[in-house]
C-alpha cells in the first residue's frame, strides 16, 4: 500500500492542505518501521529532513485508529526552547484531530501542568529534569498519566547520548517501564549520529525490545565553505590588536545586512563579539540588529534573539554558543559564521545545519586565528586553523562524526538515583538496589562499590535506616532533594542573577564590586547594588572595560580529529575553501612541522628535552601527562614536564638521552593499569554530585571516567610500530 493512505485522515490533510507532492524518504521508511514491528526505532537523517513528521505521522496514526486513555505519546527534548519550537509545529500539525498537545517545564505555567494531570491525553512534552521531578515528586500523577502510554520519543537523541544527562534519561525510561509495569516503545532522532550500532544499544537499554535503523538515503547538501586566518603578533600589542579589530570588521562585513549566527566558543568570546559589532554600527550609523544567546543569559532576551532570527523582513545577528547547535528551526539564514573552531565533528555538522534549510545552499564561515609568540615555533602553528580544516575534511570525505562513550563509573549519577527513588517510596535495601543498582547505566559499577557508596550515605545522614529495617532519606537528603536544582544532573552554575528595572538579563558566576563594569547579554552594565543573601546583583547601562564574568574551558578533541590533523599537516593537498591568508598560514605550519619533524611521535628541541606529540586525542594526552607526572618520574630522570597550550603536544625535560627516554617510556606504558594507579589518582570532583560520593570512589571515577590507560598503551605501541 501506498504509505501515504496508511496515515490518519487528518494527517492526509495536513500533507494536502501544505501542497507536498510526496512523502520524503525517511519518512516513506519511518512509517513502515513504526507500524509494522513492536521495535524501538532510532530515525537518522541530516537537518530539515522530516524527521519530526517521519516520527509523529505513524505514531498518531496508531492511536487515531486505537486512542489512548491517558497521555499517548511522552516527548522529551533537551532544551526548553526546543520543546517550545517543536510545540508550535506539532500543534499545528494536530489543529483538526483530538489530540491536546502538553508543554511541561520550568517556564511553563502551573495551570498548563495542572490541566495535563486532569485531562492526560495526546502528547506531553517534557524535559529530563521535569520528568525527574514527576517521577521523584508525583509518582501517582505519572502513572495515571501515562497508565497507556505507547511511544516515548527522544528528539536530539546524540545530546543525550556519552552525558551524565543522558544516563539520568536511560534510568528513567527503564524507570517509567517499572512504574507501568510493561515496555514502552522508544523512538530516537538525530541527524549526528555515526555509530548507529551504539545508539540503537543505547535506546534498547533495560528491555527486550530490539531497535530498527531508519536512515534516509536522499542526496547530501550543497555547501559553500570559505575560511580566514588572521595572525596577532604576540610581541607587538598595538599591531595584534589592529588585527584583532580587523577581524571584528571582516565580522562585521560577513554578517550586515544579512540573517547571520555567529558561533563562538566561550561566552566570554560572545559578549566581546556582540560588543565588537555593535561598536561597529553605532560608528556607521547603522541599526543594532545584534543578540548575544548563551546559558548565562535570561530566557526572555534569547527567546527575543530566536524570534529576530524567525523574522523573514528583518536582518538580524545573534552571537551564540551551543544554544543554538540543536534543531531549533531558525527559518532561512543566509549563513552561519565558526569564530575558532569547534571541538568535535558533531558540533560542526550541527552548526552547519542551521543554514541550507529547505534545499538551499548551505553557507559557513569560518575565521580563526593564531599569535605569533616567538617563544617555541610549535605553539606558533596555528592550530585553530589546521583543526578546522581537519573536521571539514573529515565530514566531506566520510561524513564522519564521532561515536559516543559512557562514563563506566558514573558514582554522581548513581547517588542522584537512589536519593530519587528514595524521595518516591521508602524501600528496603534490596527494593533499593532492585530498583536503581540494576539499572542499565550502572552495569560497569562493581556491587562492593555499590555497596561503599551505600554506607557513606547512611554515615553522612543523606540516607538513613528506620526501625523496621527500610531506607528513607535522612535530614541532609532531604534538603538536596527538596529543591528544585536537585532535578537535574548536569553542573550547577547557581551564578549570581542580574537585574535593570525589575528585568533578568542573565547570570554571572562571580561576584563583582560595586560600580564594577560587566558584559553580559552583549551589553555592558555597572553595577549599582548587590543583595548577596538572594544573589541579585541590580545594575545600569554603562561603557568602558569589563572582567571576565564567567569561569570554565573548551572540550577535548577525539583521536581521530588528532590524527586527520597530523594528515593535514603532512599532505600538500590545496583546499578549495582557505582564503590566500589561510593559504598562507597553512604553507608555514606545514613548513614547521616538516622542521619539528612532527609527522614523528616525538621531536627532539634540545639537549635532553624532547616534545612529545603522538597524535592523540584529549583523553590520552591527558593520560600521558598524568603518568609522566604521576608514575614515571624517576625511572625516565624527568626533571620537568609543560603541556603545551594547544593541548597538542608535552615538552619533557630529562635526564636521560632522547633515544633512551623513548624506549623506557614506551615499555613503561605496556606495564600500567588502570588498577594499579587509583591509589595515586586525586579523588578530584568532577560531577554535579561527586561532593556526596566518598573519596575511594572519586579516585576509582578519575582514573576509569577521565583517563585512558589501555587506549594509550594500545595507541603507543602502534607508534612504536610505526615508527
Known sequence: ????????????????????????????????????????????????????????????????????????????????????????????????????????????????????????????????????????????????????????????????????????????????????????????????????????????????????????????????????????????????????????????QQSRGRKCLIFTNSRIETEEVVAAMRERAERMGEPDVFHAHHGSVSASLREEAESA??????????????????????????????????????????????????????????????????????????????????????????????????????????????????????????????????????????????????????????????????????????KLAGNYRFLSVFADHSGYRVVFRQRDIGEIDSLPEPDEIIALAGRRWRVTEIDADRRVIYVVPSKGKTKNSWSGGGMGIDDRIALRMRQVLAEDTQYAYLYPDAKDALAEARERATRYDLDKPYSVIGDKQLLIHPWLGSRKMNTLFFLLNNVFGETLEIQSTQKIASGMGIVVATGLSTDAFWEKLTKQITGVSSEGIISIAPPTPMDRYDAQVPEALLRKAYVYNGLDVDGLRRAMEEAQREY
Open 1 to 252: 500500500m501506498n504509505p501515504f493512505y496508511r496515515l490518519a485522515p487528518f494527517i492526509q490533510e495536513y500533507i494536502w492542505r501544505h501542497h507536498w507532492d510526496e512523502l520524503r524518504d525517511i519518512q516513506v521508511k519511518a512509517i513502515d518501521a513504526i507500524l509494522d514491528s513492536p521495535d524501538h526505532v532510532l530515525i537518522a537523517a541530516g537537518t530539515a529532513s522530516g524527521k519530526t513528521e517521519a516520527a509523529f505521522f505513524p505514531m498518531l496514526s496508531m492511536l487515531a485508529e486505537k486512542p489512548a486513555e491517558s497521555f499517548g505519546i511522552l516527548y522529551v527534548g533537551p532544551l526548553k526552547a526546543l520543546i517550545n519550537d517543536q510545540f508550535e509545529r506539532i500543534a499545528e500539525l494536530l489543529d483538526e484531530a483530538d489530540f491536546p498537545i502538553y508543554a511541561w517545564h520550568g517556564d511553563r505555567p502551573q495551570s498548563e501542568k495542572q490541566r495535563a494531570k486532569r485531562q492526560p491525553k495526546g502528547v506531553l512534552q517534557i524535559t529530563p529534569e521535569a520528568l525527574e521531578g514527576l517521577l521523584m515528586n508525583h509518582s501517582g500523577d505519572a502513572k495515571q498519566m501515562f497508565s497507556a502510554l505507547q511511544f516515548i520519543v527522544i528528539d536530539e537523541l546524540h545530546a543525550f547520548m556519552g552525558t551524565d544527562r543522558g544516563l539520568q534519561l536511560q534510568c528513567q525510561l527503564v524507570r517509567m517501564d517499572q512504574l507501568l509495569g510493561r515496555s514502552i516503545r522508544r523512538i530516537g532522532l538525530s541527524a549526528t549520529i555515526h555509530d548507529y550500532a551504539s545508539a540503537q544499544a543505547w535506546l534498547c537499554a533495560g528491555t527486550n525490545r530490539e531497535c530498527a535503523l531508519v536512515e534516509s538515503r536522499e542526496g547530501g547538501r550543497r555547501l559553500d565553505l570559505a575560511m580566514r586566518h588572521f595572525t596577532l603578533d604576540g610581541r607587538d600589542a598595538e599591531a595584534a590588536d589592529q588585527t584583532q579589530q580587523a577581524l571584528y570588521d571582516y565580522l562585521y
Open 309 to 478: 532570527l524567525r523574522e523573514s523582513d528583518k536582518p538580524a545577528v545573534v552571537v551564540a554558543t551551543r544554544t543554538l547547535e540543536l534543531g531549533i528551526d531558525l527559518g532561512g539564514l543566509d549563513r552561519v559564521i565558526q569564530l575558532g573552531s569547534p571541538s568535535t565533528c558533531s558540533s560542526f555538522v550541527q552548526r552547519l545545519g542551521r543554514t541550507g534549510r529547505r534545499g538551499t545552499t548551505a553557507v559557513m564561515r569560518f575565521v580563526t586565528k593564531s599569535a605569533l609568540r616567538g617563544r617555541m615555533d610549535f605553539e606558533d602553528i596555528p592550530w585553530e586553523l589546521i583543526q578546522n580544516i581537519a573536521i571539514i575534511q573529515l565530514y566531506i570525505e566520510e561524513r564522519w562524526v564521532e561515536s559516543f562513550v559512557n562514563k563506566p563509573l558514573p558514582f554522581s549519577v548513581l547517588f542522584h538515583q537512589i536519593l530519587s527513588a528514595l524521595m518516591q517510596a521508602e524501600l528496603t535495601p534490596r527494593e533499593l538496589a532492585r530498583r536503581v543498582y540494576t539499572l542499565p547505566a550502572f552495569s560497569d559499577i562493581a556491587q562492593e562499590d555499590y555497596m561503599v557508596l551505600i554506607r557513606h550515605l547512611l554515615e553522612t545522614d543523606i540516607i538513613e535506616k528506620t526501625e523496621s529495617g527500610t531506607l528513607i532519606p535522612g535530614l541532609l537528603g532531604e
